[in-house]
Every structure is written in structure tokens, then in C-alpha cells.
């Protein structure tokens, strides 16, 4: 059996070079957000003060539709995940890698939709540090949640579920999310927030542990 | 070869306990005097609230028989937690219709966004894709392992849902019932809500039964029908008959 730390970055490099060939989060995924935050406005009116006031929102929303696109990845197909199995790879070290790779890809997602959301909503980047909590609370949350939900609903017909598996899981980071950055502009204690996403991040996390087995065997 | 086995009826028994539990329900929700605020429209909590509490009650029962499938591999388990999701996600979208029909008159509004509204419909969406998950895996014994993980997983909404009124004060009024000092209800209204809560928990359980009956039929007949013969693969060509030289 191949140690756990090495095999979940193993399957976590497979991922991102995966990634790097397709380019589907680069060329896809992120243009597709930064399109959806440029039509919000053609919708609901291009006033400044209004943008002002729900891009944070919309950004977050944008972020947890289009995250889970990148969180689930590539399925394998049943040939591939014969060959993991016989590598001797740990169930639990091939979906932590899968969420690794997820939660690192996301990030980037986060940060280029959010370059994006910044300049055209005008919206001031205050809270550096609160920010960079966030973000990375977000995206491993997403990741995880991904990771499960890709591996729950399998590759084929049942791989369009996923966004119906995680949205519904995910509103405790886009509570989160909004709230920890308001309560930062308007000078309130975030603690409980941040706290809040900890512990949903801490309950996908069990959740990849538990799950792993049964969801990986006989594959 | 395996038959199919023949279809169970549900006893007449537990049919007529089950009738006559909804019309004495039905009965002390039409004699119970009307709310001093709500007037007649607090009826409609007589539905309401059991039909909220089967919600919770369906998925815990989702939860029991996801673990035990997990634990056992007795495909019985499974079968009990796709009855009672099935039937659990029916009465949360009953119990959301009709606090929707009970708040455009009281609050104004057909929608408002409360934390138990909210998280109610968020329970009920986590529930639909449980059950799309299983339309959408054919293979049994995956599809099984696949629902178990996120049957356990959907029960961490329940304790949210509920303790919602608790923990952000909103609209929704906080719990009656299942709450540390004495239930806050009239002595009648109290009786027709727990005789409403007795009989759709009769119901449910007759409900579960059947469908978990119907899924065992299912699963029989397919079982069935792939092991009747039939022709191999290729059993169609045959070898080319060569004709006499001319």
C-alpha cells in the first residue's frame, strides 16, 4: 500500500496536470463566470451605487454555481478507477488528493472571477487578511463537498446531479462568505462566521474520510 | 430461477386504524375553537406541523436505514430508506405548501426569507436530489451504497432546521412542541395537533410499508428478467452456407 500522504499527492499532481492539458477551468469555467458577473448588471440596472452594494453577494453566488463545476473535476470512467484500485491507493488518499487539487484549483477561480467582480462593480478590497480566510474556507469547503458529490453521483447521467448535491450543502459557506466580509465593513465581530465555515469545512472533510470506503469499493 | 413472490396486501387491519386515525384527527381539528390572532386559519396548523414532523421523521428513518445498509448489506435497509424519503420528501413539500397558504394572509406574503423557511426548502432540494441520485444509478447494489452515503449526510439539515427559530430570532414562530418546559398551546388545540401528529405518522408508516413492498417487487421482477435465457451475444450469425460449384 502506498503511504497516504503520498498517494493523496500523487492523485492531487494527476489532477491539476489533468487540469493543465484540458484547460477546462482556464478557458471554460472562469470565462463562463466572469460572462454570468457581466450580465448580472445588464439585468438588474448598471447603477454604481447598486453594484456596489450586491457584487459582493453576486460574486460569492457566482463563485458556489460555477465552484462546483470545478470541484467535481473529470469523473473517472471504470477503466481508470480499475487501475487506482490496483495501485493499491487508499480510498480516502485518492478523494483527500481529488478535494487537494479541487480546493487549489478553486482558489484560482476565486481569484480570477474576483479580479473580474472587483473592477467591474467597483468594489473596494478591504479586510486583506478576513478576504484570504475566506477565500480559502470557500474553497476547500466547495472542494471537498465536490469531491463527495462527484464520487456519489458517479460518472455518466448521474454526474449532472452534482450541482443539486452541493448547492443545497453549500449555503453554510455562502453565508459565510457574505456575511464575515459585511460584518468586517460595517465593524462587526466575524468570529462566529468564520467559525460557522470552520466546522462546515471540518464536516465535508469527516465526510471524505467516512464516505471514502464504502463509495470507492467494488469499483 | 427466481420468481417474483406474490404482492402483499396491507392488513385491513392497519387500513381501517389508519382511517379512523385521520378522521378523529380530522374531527378534533374541526371542533377546536379558533385562535384569538389567527382565527380559523390556525386549522391549517393541524396539517402543518405533522406534516413538518413526518419530514423530520422520514429522514431520521432515511438515516436508520442508510447506516444499516451500510452495516448490514441487507438490501431490506435500503429499500427502507428510499421508502421513507420518498414519503418524507411528499410531506415537507406538503408542509411548505401549506405554511405558504397560511402566510399570504397572515404575514402578507406567500414567501418570506426566514431561517426555517429557507432551511426547509434547502432540506427539501437535498432530499429530491437523494432520490434523482437513485433514478439515476441502475446498478442496485451501487446505487444502494451511493444513496446510503448521502441519506447520512442529508440528516445534519434536521437539527438546523429545527433549532433555526432558535438561533436566528425570525418570523417564523419558535417551537411549540418539542422544546425543555411545557408545550405553549391551548389544552383542545393541543389535542387535535398531537391526535393530527398520531394519525399521519399511522399513515406514514402504512405509506412506507407499501412502498418498500412495491420495491421488492421490483427489484424481484428484475431479478427475474435477467436471469430468463436468453439468446447469447453473436448467436444471430451464423456460418455461411456454401453452395454447390457450378
Known amino acids: 500500500m502506498i503511504p497516504f500522504r503520498r498517494a493523496a499527492l500523487a492523485v492531487a499532481r494527476r489532477e491539476l496536470r489533468r487540469e493543465r492539458r484540458r484547460g477546462t477551468v482556464a478557458w471554460v469555467t472562469i470565462p463562463f463566470g466572469v460572462v454570468a458577473l457581466l450580465l448580472v448588471p445588464l439585468a438588474v440596472g448598471t447603477e454604481q451605487v447598486l453594484l456596489r452594494r450586491i457584487g459582493p453577494g453576486l460574486y460569492w453566488v457566482v463563485v458556489l454555481l460555477f465552484g462546483v463545476l470545478v470541484a467535481v473535476g473529470d469523473h473517472d470512467g471504470r477503466s481508470q478507477r480499475d487501475a487506482t484500485a490496483l495501485l493499491g491507493i487508499d480510498p480516502v488518499a485518492e478523494l483527500t488528493g481529488r478535494a487537494l487539487a479541487a480546493t487549489l484549483l478553486l482558489l484560482g477561480f476565486e481569484l480570477a472571477t474576483g479580479v473580474a467582480a472587483v473592477v467591474l462593480y467597483d468594489l473596494p478590497v478591504v479586510g486583506l487578511p478576513q478576504l484570504v480566510v475566506v477565500m480559502v474556507l470557500v474553497a476547500a469547503g466547495l472542494g471537498l463537498l465536490g469531491t463527495v458529490a462527484g464520487a456519489v453521483a458517479g460518472a455518466g447521467p448521474g454526474a449532472a446531479l452534482v450541482p443539486l448535491l452541493v448547492a443545497p450543502l453549500a449555503v453554510p459557506l455562502l453565508l459565510g462568505a457574505t456575511q464575515t466580509l459585511d460584518g468586517f465593513v460595517q465593524g462587526r465581530s466575524t468570529i462566529s462566521w468564520i467559525l460557522m465555515m470552520i466546522v462546515a469545512v471540518t464536516v465535508s472533510a469527516v465526510v471524505v474520510v467516512v464516505a471514502a470506503a464504502p463509495l470507492q469499493e467494488g469499483r | 430461477m427466481s420468481q417474483p413472490t406474490a404482492p402483499s396486501s396491507p392488513s385491513r387491519g392497519r387500513v381501517v386504524v389508519a382511517v379512523l386515525a385521520v378522521l378523529a384527527a380530522a374531527v378534533l381539528a374541526g371542533v377546536s375553537p379558533a385562535d384569538a390572532v389567527q382565527g380559523e386559519l390556525v386549522r391549517i396548523m393541524y396539517v402543518h406541523v405533522p406534516a413538518a414532523w413526518l419530514a423530520y421523521l422520514a429522514f431520521v428513518v432515511t438515516l436508520v436505514g442508510s447506516v444499516g445498509y451500510l452495516v448490514t448489506r441487507r438490501f431490506v435497509f435500503d429499500r427502507l430508506a428510499e421508502a421513507s424519503a420518498e414519503v ?110 398520531a394519525a399521519f405518522t399511522v399513515v406514514y408508516g402504512l405509506l412506507v410499508a407499501r412502498r418498500m413492498e412495491l420495491a421488492r417487487l421490483e427489484a424481484d421482477l428484475a431479478a427475474a428478467e435477467a436471469s430468463l435465457d436468453r439468446p447469447v451475444a453473436g448467436s444471430a450469425v451464423t456460418a455461411p452456407e456454401l453452395g454447390e460449384a457450378r
Open chain 2, 88 to 197: 418524507g420528501v411528499y410531506f415537507t413539500g406538503l408542509a411548505i405548501a401549506l405554511g405558504m397558504i397560511w402566510a399570504k394572509p397572515t404575514w402578507g406574503v406567500w414567501w418570506t426569507w426566514d431561517a426555517r423557511l429557507t432551511l426547509t426548502a434547502i432540506m427539501f432540494f437535498v432530499y429530491l436530489g437523494y432520490l434523482a441520485l437513485r433514478r439515476a444509478t441502475a446498478e442496485p447494489a451501487v446505487r444502494a451504497r451511493r444513496a446510503a452515503v448521502l441519506g447520512i449526510l442529508g440528516v445534519v439539515q434536521i437539527p438546523l432546521v429545527h433549532f433555526s427559530v432558535v438561533w436566528w430570532r425570525t418570523l417564523h414562530q419558535p417551537p411549540t412542541l418539542i422544546k425543555p418546559d411545557k408545550p405553549s398551546i391551548e389544552g383542545t388545540m393541543l389535542m387535535a395537533l398531537l391526535a393530527g401528529i
